[in-house]
């Protein structure tokens, strides 16, 4: 089974609109830490958020901010006020605290913001 | 600070020849995370240095690849007889140890013919 699945492989919105990128994931573990990163057309993998698994509270981090629903397994990043530089690729991660320091990705959104 | 810087940025090699991909972490940074990434795809986990050690090498996908780190700070992840499915980006992370974020690095490109 995949650990980390992002149903959407590309996504619109206009510009200064809200928009969710959707993240479900598969773990066993009780304690795991949740990620998202941005992946601009030049390949740098950026950090934008971060979510434990313990975390009771939503994480935010200036515009975004990550929908975390442990009960349904889901891990939405919601970026709001979109701009045109957000136009990159997206992509949920997984850390189990079982399997030390491994990384496991999504296979990532391709988001595009319209004028 | 700088950040992680990897090199070459691309390389092109014939198929059955010998790659050597390098990584520089941010300093003080105690832990190192090599991944593929083939396109289209998210990174795929190859290995983890903590310190010097491989932590982790699970996700190496045959014994042609293996990677170094002999002063904990630097790592080379060399590929022995290359073939054209080798090609993809290869990215390198860092990150400190108590610290759950990892920084990237801008990826090598490796294409074999």
């Known amino acids: 089974a995949q650990k980390i699945t992002q149903t959407q492989p590309g996504m619109f919105v206009q510009e200064k609109e809200a928009v969710t990128l959707d993240c479900t994931y598969d773990?066993?573990?009780?304690?795991?830490?949740l990620f998202w990163y941005k992946q601009p057309s030049s390949g740098e993998m950026i950090f934008l958020i971060y979510?434990?698994?313990?975390?009771?509270q939503n994480a935010t981090e200036g515009r975004y901010s990550l929908n975390f629903q442990k009960a349904r397994k889901s891990a939405n990043l919601v970026i709001s006020a979109s701009q045109l530089g957000d136009s990159a690729m997206y992509f949920c991660a997984m850390r189990e605290r079982n399997t030390g320091n491994q990384f496991y990705f999504g296979t990532g959104t391709s988001l595009t913001v319209i004028p | 600070g700088a950040g992680v810087s990897q090199t070459p940025s691309n390389k092109v090699t014939e198929k059955g020849k010998y790659v050597e991909l390098r990584c520089d972490p941010i300093?003080?940074?105690?832990?190192l995370y090599w991944y593929r990434q083939s396109l289209g795809q998210g990174p795929e986990f190859l290995i983890y240095f903590q310190g010097t050690g491989a932590a982790d090498d699970s996700g190496l996908p045959n014994d042609r690849f293996f990677a170094v780190r002999p002063e904990g700070s630097v790592s080379t992840l060399k590929i022995q007889r290359t073939e054209r499915g080798d090609s993809a980006v290869y990215l390198c992370?860092?990150?400190?140890?108590?610290?759950?974020?990892?920084?990237f690095g801008p990826g090598t490109r490796l294409t074999v013919l």
């Open positions: 300093s003080g940074h105690t832990a």
């Open positions: 773990t066993s573990d009780q304690s795991y830490g």
């Open positions: 979510q434990g698994s313990y975390d009771e």
């Open positions: 992370a860092s990150s400190q140890w108590d610290y759950n974020e990892q920084f």
